[in-house]
């Protein structure tokens, strides 16, 4: 719980508490609690410390941010791998729906065909067919609807098909250039 993707040292407060309770940390370096509970160095012992004095906690410092700084890369390169990966597989499915696209049309029409005989079949079963030849049948105007609404999402499907294909190759082409 106090590491960050299997690497880095404990959580600051955590080293605190172990640093205020050590005994091997002479008595003007532990800090003294006020009448608050705030935690307080000793004025002394921060002044008496040198600047240039390396602490013997450094190398640890500097190898627990690099730690840090590598787990962080590999996290975000890991994602960034995840989000390429499903860019080519919708790339690869829009290339191999534009090669076959006369077999989605099929489909599409048998799709069609399919609906319109229920559909005759419903009008059929109501009872709804037109009286005379002039008036239009229901069950046409359902067709027609149908229809425009199968058109549409062909269409549809055929224009995000050619952008993604006109992205790929865009993007192909960009990377060879650059």
Known sequence: PYRWCCCGLRRKRCRQRKLRSSPSRPRSMRSSWSARGADMPDEEACESETLLDVPEATCTMIADGFCRFLALSIVIIAMLIVVCLLLLLLAHGAL?????????????????RMQDRVIDSLTREFHMAAGNSTERNAGDEIKEGYFAVFKNAEDTVWLVV?????GLSGGISFLAFV
């Not at 191999?96 to 069609?112: D, F, I, P, T, V």
């Not at 050619?162 to 006109?166: A, G, Y």
């Open 96 to 112: 191999r729906m534009k090669e076959n696209w006369s077999a989605y049309e099929a489909g599409l029409g048998r799709l069609q």
């Open 162 to 166: 050619n952008s993604i294909v006109t």
